[in-house]
């Protein structure tokens, strides 16, 4: 398998430091408020990786940490009158809700930064004996980073560049614009704990070294997140914890791309902040989870309704294609002694094998997907041959395919509904988002099934096209007329 690793700008073969065992630290959410697109498709694209190498063999022990003391929970918690800890356990127990909506696996371990502090601490104390930190008159602690010679190497920042645009905030102690803090000496109102440069609470940047270090052995096998962790927060992440510990902090350094909405940078100044919950209430999750992984995990990825809706008709077309597979494996027709044409095998395979190489190379889901639909429509092909769909050589495929499709689905996340349960659940979606009235439609279908037997055409005719302009599209079966959203 190839990764592609920010540290070094190149895809490189992965293979874990400790024999078959992944250890994985990916950055989670400040939690202050509900989960936005771009929080779900970070936690997808990683739950899609831990889930992929988990199949070929990997046993992988996932870390994702919760920011549950910081500016904006504080912030947040003073508008609303409650406490910090009353603010993050809400947005904490929000984001397992909706990543449990999406499918997302929970990592096997989930730490608070304000369970970890004698662990910050811990390492401030090891940054200023070795001179990499420095306390000030108000309490704070500060990382030199010119004392740090690899500084900027994860970013490609140049230190010179960066001190031109850096200044110092009146009050702030620091001995050179560059320097972050890694402790905030206590201010009024705000949350605090006891330490050896008297009261103060973390920085952001020390609490992922405190606890990557604290649940995996060092240095991680891949650290994970957003592009937008690559700086400050990540590469603060590794000078401070290479200068303590003097090992790496991660051997791979793995970014998801940017979500835009329609082509602009999402801002809630915009007016186009979007969340996981506003997307939900118009459709299906796992049409959401398709189409975060459209596109390849470092691509910006552009949220839009028609992007969406593409998303929703491919995956019904899966489902409806599963169907199929279903009805056919279940049916008691007695099957046909004959072997499935060695061309058609030849191709599945084929499909099967480039599918393999689209995950190993670095996760390409996009085209996994493509090689998906690929494989369904194969099947789809032998389901329409009326000289093939009932032979021996047809069933043993169509059971391969099944297994072949849980075994992707499982790494993908998708397609492991009965197609039955999907497809009703994803027409609710549309009927709801329509805002169809399902007794008007029922009505009027009941009055077209009325005109035909009578055989008034013309009626029967006309209530079809008014159910069309609804959106809605009739069809006749030998049990009665059924309907769908268009």
């Known amino acids: 398998m190839q990764l592609y690793n920010t540290l070094t700008r190149k895809k490189e073969p992965f293979q874990p430091l400790r024999d078959s065992h992944v250890s994985m630290y990916v950055c989670g959410i400040t939690a202050y408020d509900y989960c936005h697109i771009g929080h779900a498709r970070s936690a997808v694209v990683f739950d899609v990786l831990v889930r992929y190498l988990r199949s070929i063999g990997y046993k992988v022990?996932?870390?994702?940490?919760?920011?549950?003391?910081?500016?904006?929970?504080?912030?947040?918690?003073?508008?609303?009158?409650?406490?910090?800890?009353?603010?993050?356990?809400?947005?904490?127990?929000?984001?397992?809700?909706?990543?449990?909506?999406?499918?997302?696996?929970?990592?096997?371990?989930?730490?608070?930064?304000?369970?970890?502090?004698?662990?910050?601490?811990?390492?401030?104390?090891?940054?200023?004996?070795?001179?990499?930190?420095?306390?000030?008159?108000?309490?704070?602690?500060?990382?030199?980073?010119?004392?740090?010679?690899?500084?900027?190497?994860?970013?490609?920042?140049?230190?010179?560049?960066?001190?031109s645009g850096a200044r110092v905030e009146p009050g702030e102690g620091k001995e050179d614009p560059l320097d972050f803090a890694l402790w905030k000496g206590a201010k009024p109102q705000?949350?605090?704990?006891?330490?050896?440069?008297?009261?103060?609470?973390?920085?952001?940047?020390i609490e992922c070294s405190a606890?990557?270090?604290?649940?995996?052995?060092?240095?991680?096998?891949?650290?994970?997140?957003?592009?937008?962790?690559?700086?400050?927060?990540h590469e603060n992440e590794a000078a401070q914890t290479e200068a303590a510990t003097g090992k790496p902090l991660a051997r791979f350094w793995v970014h998801n791309g940017f979500v835009q909405i329609d082509?602009?940078?999402?801002?809630?100044?915009?007016?186009?902040?979007?969340?996981?919950?506003?997307?939900?209430?118009q459709h299906h999750p796992e049409t959401l989870r398709l189409f975060l992984l459209t596109k390849h995990y470092r691509s910006p990825l552009d949220y839009t309704r028609?992007?969406?809706?593409?998303?929703?008709?491919?995956?019904?077309?899966?489902?409806?294609?599963?169907?199929?597979?279903?009805?056919?494996?279940g049916s008691t027709k007695s099957w046909t002694e004959a072997p499935l044409p060695a061309e058609l095998v030849v191709e599945a395979t084929a499909i099967e094998t480039k599918w393999d190489e689209a995950m190993d190379d670095d996760l390409n889901t996009a085209a996994a997907l493509g090689h998906t639909f690929a494989f369904l429509r194969l099947v789809l092909r032998i389901l329409e041959d009326k000289a093939l769909r009932r032979t021996t050589g047809a069933r043993d495929f169509l059971r391969h395919a099944m297994e072949r499709l849980e075994g992707w689905g499982n790494v993908l996340g998708i397609l492991l509904r009965p197609a039955a349960q999907f497809l009703s659940e994803v027409r609710t979606v549309r009927i709801q988002r329509r805002g169809i009235d399902t007794a008007a439609v029922g009505q009027l279908v009941a009055e077209r099934q009325e005109a035909r037997k009578a055989k008034d055409f013309a009626k029967a005719d006309a209530l079809r096209e008014k159910l069309a302009a609804m959106g809605v599209t009739v069809q006749d079966t030998p049990n009665g007329p059924t309907w769908d959203v268009d």
Request: proline share 4%.
């Open 61 to 163: 022990t996932f870390v994702r940490n919760f920011t549950d003391v910081d500016d904006k929970i504080i912030a947040r918690a003073a508008r609303e009158g409650v406490d910090e800890s009353t603010i993050a356990e809400t947005y904490i127990a929000a984001f397992h809700e909706d990543m449990h909506r999406l499918g997302v696996v929970q990592a096997d371990v989930e730490p608070k930064a304000t369970e970890h502090i004698l662990d910050m601490i811990e390492i401030c104390q090891k940054l200023i004996q070795k001179g990499h930190a420095y306390a000030t008159a108000d309490g704070s602690v500060y990382f030199r980073v010119r004392s740090f010679a690899p500084y900027g190497q994860l970013s490609g920042h140049n230190l010179d560049d960066l001190r």
């Open 190 to 205: 705000e949350p605090s704990w006891e330490s050896p440069w008297g009261a103060g609470r973390p920085g952001w940047h």
């Open 211 to 233: 606890m990557s270090e604290r649940y995996l052995p060092l240095p991680l096998d891949i650290h994970g997140g957003g592009q937008d962790l690559i700086f400050p927060h």
């Open 263 to 281: 082509a602009e940078k999402m801002s809630k100044s915009l007016g186009n902040f979007i969340t996981i919950r506003d997307i939900l209430s």
């Open 306 to 329: 028609a992007a969406m809706e593409e998303a929703e008709t491919a995956l019904r077309r899966a489902y409806l294609a599963k169907a199929a597979m279903e009805e056919a494996l």
